[in-house]
Nanobody, 122 residues
């Protein structure tokens, strides 16, 4: 059974950092590209970034975050720095559609987890 579980969210002050985790089960993460996306109330779903199956690191769309993977832990991470209130959202990790190994279709997903809430506030 394919499952993704996000964790690591919480409340952080503006300018702070958080590291989110995405642990996979039922498959190995090194066979598929992984997209992080986020959803905030009143806003459209937004892609945060994507890491291909053969990459160990990738930059996010906004350039402030870094995506990495640890295949020994079957886990992908999202390191978020210089957080602002605009980053407040529920963050999800997902498998790119069709078990694609690259990020060409990073905006299409097959599986995703329950999400983890990130709140940036003073």
């Amino acid at each position: 059974q394919v499952q993704l579980v996000e964790s690591g969210g919480g409340l952080v002050q503006p300018g702070g950092s958080l590291r989110l985790s995405c642990r996979a089960s039922g498959f190995t993460l090194d066979r598929v590209a992984i997209t992080w996306f986020r959803e905030a109330p009143g806003k459209e779903r937004e892609e945060v970034g994507c890491i291909s199956s053969d990459a160990l690191n990738a930059d996010s769309v906004n350039g402030r975050f870094t995506i990495s993977r640890d295949n020994t832990q079957n886990t992908v991470y999202l390191q978020m720095n210089s957080l602002t209130a605009e980053d407040t959202a529920v963050y999800y990790c997902s498998t790119v559609a069709g078990w694609s190994r690259d990020c060409s279709y990073s905006h299409e997903y097959d599986y995703w987890g329950q999400g983890t809430q990130v709140t940036v506030s003073s």
